[in-house]
């Protein structure tokens, strides 16, 4: 199942920063190309049951593939475009398949990226062919492991991508760290119960391993590390990461509440819909007087979110200034992160190339 990236690639080119967009919209184009063949190599549907080799090569032909565009960056931090850099990049997509297969199984979601969810398209094709056993249960059971595939496959197609041993070496330490730090993450925000509030920091500790770690940093520092960056440019990395994966988990969190479907690709609100103790909340939590609080508690502890309690809930948060607290949080760490790149000796395109990245993760689109 080893891929083949297509002859003309941005691994051809380097980044012209004045026409970046197009560089970041092909390298998506190339990373979800060698994703797809990857995955349609695997014949799924000879695990048992026709279509589910489909719905997942559809599944994993979308994205915005910030994880990849970030790892193949920290690459070119240290090292010339390379068709095998790119390669490894793209098998970033394939975790991230395996992490959205099984948050949406657990936070039992009816849709992702605009479509159903996996879980509840292998529960229509369970029925359609009038399999034995509960459809909803058998949808779940499938979802998760596919998503254990996709685990697997992501190792695997890192290892495949032509890179040499040696650049392969110097990525696992973080390789791990990042999968372990993933998991408990998720773990952490599946224990987290909205009756209990959590504080601020330790929402914030829950972001940094669920999403901004394994978003920004980790495939940075990954990316950088192939390529045998200095132990200083790794750590300068790693600061820049940090501050824009957790600027990006701040304006995700925002998105969850007043975002529209068109640009999350869920549910008007689907964390209120979740009850989920994000950033935006616990803020809200803090900053409301006594009976706004109680209000919103009472709203969110209710059985069920009709969407004229939705509107309630939102102009409650509003009401409160949690949301501008939030939004001057994002722009504090773009300084940090900016801060970060300033004195970094990397070549000009590539640093300003990470400028534009981060304003792309936090941008306000609603």
């Given amino acids: 199942m080893s891929v083949v990236p297509a002859p003309s690639s941005p691994a051809d080119w380097r980044i012209d920063i004045d026409q970046f967009d197009a560089w970041r919209s092909e390298v998506r184009r190339t990373v979800l190309s060698n994703v797809r063949g990857f995955v349609a190599g695997a014949e799924l549907d000879r695990a048992g049951l026709d279509g589910a080799g489909d719905v997942l090569v559809e599944f994993v032909s979308g ?21 095998a850099a790119l390669c490894a990049a793209a098998s970033l997509e394939l975790l991230h398949a395996f992490a959205l297969l099984q948050d949406d199984v657990m936070d039992d979601s009816d849709s992702r990226r605009g479509r159903p969810a996996v879980h509840i398209q292998l529960a229509r094709l369970h029925r359609e062919r009038r399999l034995s056993g509960s459809s909803r249960r ?71 391993r669920k999403s901004g770690n394994y978003t920004v940093r980790r495939p940075l520092e ?16 790693g600061r820049y990461g940090a501050a824009v994966g957790e600027a990006f988990q701040l304006r995700d969190d925002i ?16 964390d209120l819909l979740e009850c989920k103790a994000t950033s935006v909340i616990v803020t809200a939590h803090q900053m409301a007087d006594s009976p706004t609080r109680r209000e919103l ?3 969110m502890n209710g059985d069920d979110l009709d969407d004229a309690a939705l509107d309630r809930c939102r102009a409650l948060i509003a009401a409160t200034g949690a949301v501008q607290r939030i939004e001057d949080m994002i722009g504090e760490r773009l300084v940090l992160a900016r801060n970060a790149l300033a004195d970094m000796a990397i070549d000009e395109s590539v640093s300003a190339a990470l400028v534009k990245m981060a304003d792309y993760c936090t941008q306000r689109a609603q």
């Avoid at 960056?73 to 390379?82: D, I, K, R, T, V």
């Avoid at 696992?172 to 952490?188: C, I, K, N, T």
């Avoid at 969850?256 to 479907?261: D, S």
């Fill in 63 to 83: 994205g915005k593939c910030l994880r990849s565009t970030f790892m193949y960056l920290g690459w070119l931090c240290g090292a010339e475009p390379s068709d």
């Fill in 138 to 208: 058998f949808g779940e059971s499938a979802a998760v492991l596919i998503g254990d595939l996709c685990l697997i496959w992501a190792e695997q197609m890192l290892r495949e991508s032509g890179l040499k041993p040696r650049h392969l070496q110097q990525a696992w330490p973080r390789y791990d760290a990042m999968r372990v730090e993933l998991a408990l993450g998720q773990f952490a925000d599946l224990a987290a119960d909205i009756r209990d509030l959590p504080t601020l920091e330790a929402v914030l500790e829950v972001a940094r």
């Fill in 222 to 237: 990954i990316g950088a590390a192939m390529a045998g960056c200095s132990d200083r440019t790794l750590s300068q990395l």
């Fill in 255 to 270: 998105l969850g509440i007043f975002g529209a479907p068109a640009v999350t690709g869920k549910p008007s609100g689907a």
């Fill in 297 to 299: 508690q009472d709203l």
